[in-house]
């Protein structure tokens, strides 16, 4: 029956049995199209606090148009990428926050890369990443994932949401514990499809209010769906 997996075996399982099912409702997803350079997604993710993807992507865009290169934007006053940013809410925390970024990359590694991530354990990026005043773990584990190919999962408000309904971390949990738990039981090569396909699954079917669970590929998997359509549990 479907339930709170008792162990790390079955709860791998079910994660495999959940990518599976996603990828025969909505196809094996290739890319989130956000293939931009690690620097300018630290940029990215700094921007994405408490705004949506509209207001992020509007303020970043008006950001490289006043600040087409790296070091211009460094060498730029906090007051001028404020004003460039303002569409993103929080325009005057979060050009500190990309400021003194930039500023400690170059002081530290002597260029605006962060390219030596890639030699680290995916915990040492994280923890490196995290340290960046206004990145979080969400962000971290995008940029890890979308940027570097570590097995990481950013999980977000939609996957939290789904997951718990479905029984895969327990109701408490916040973004980061249901990521860093998720994490290692995700099979290789699933981080990024499971990922996507938990968001459109999320956007789509299993929504805040009302989800269609009786239409939801991962009904027979699903505790919460299952209770909700008095049905029973099917085989992974
Ligand atoms: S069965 Fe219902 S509650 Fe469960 S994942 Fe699908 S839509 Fe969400």
């Known amino acids: ?123 040492d990026a994280r923890s490196y990443l995290t340290s960046f005043h206004g990145v979080g773990v969400k962000t971290a584990n995008i940029l890890l994932l979308f940027c570097f190919g570590f097995p990481a999962f950013p999980v977000d408000t939609h996957i939290l949401r789904v997951t718990k309904r479905l029984g895969l971390v327990p109701p408490p949990a916040t973004l980061a514990k249901a990521a860093l738990s998720l994490e290692p039981r995700i099979p290789p090569g699933e981080h990024m499809p499971l990922h996507l396909n938990l968001i459109r699954l999320g956007r789509e079917v299993c929504r805040p209010r009302n989800p269609l669970c009786p239409s939801c590929p991962l009904l027979s998997l699903c505790p919460e769906g299952l209770r909700r359509t008095g049905g029973k549990a099917g085989p992974l």
């Not at 994405?48 to 993807?53: I, M, P, V």
């Not at 950001?63 to 990428?81: H, K, N, Q, S, Y």
């Not at 809410?89 to 605006?112: F, N, T, V, W």
Request: with cysteine; net charge positive.
């Open 1 to 123: 029956m479907a339930g709170a997996p008792r162990g790390d075996g079955e709860l791998s399982a079910r994660l495999r049995g959940i990518a599976r099912a996603l990828d025969r409702r909505f196809g094996r997803p290739g890319s989130c199209g956000h293939e931009i350079a690690p620097v300018p997604n630290l940029v990215l993710t700094i921007l994405s606090q408490n705004t949506t993807d509209a207001n992020r992507d509007r303020a970043f865009a008006d950001l490289l148009a006043r600040f087409p290169t790296l070091p211009r934007l460094a060498a730029a006053g906090a007051a001028e990428v404020e004003e460039a940013i303002r569409t993103g809410g929080l325009a005057k925390a979060k050009a500190a926050s990309i400021l003194s970024a930039l500023r400690r990359l170059k002081e530290e590694r002597g260029d605006y890369t962060l390219d030596f991530l890639r030699s680290m354990t995916l915990a």
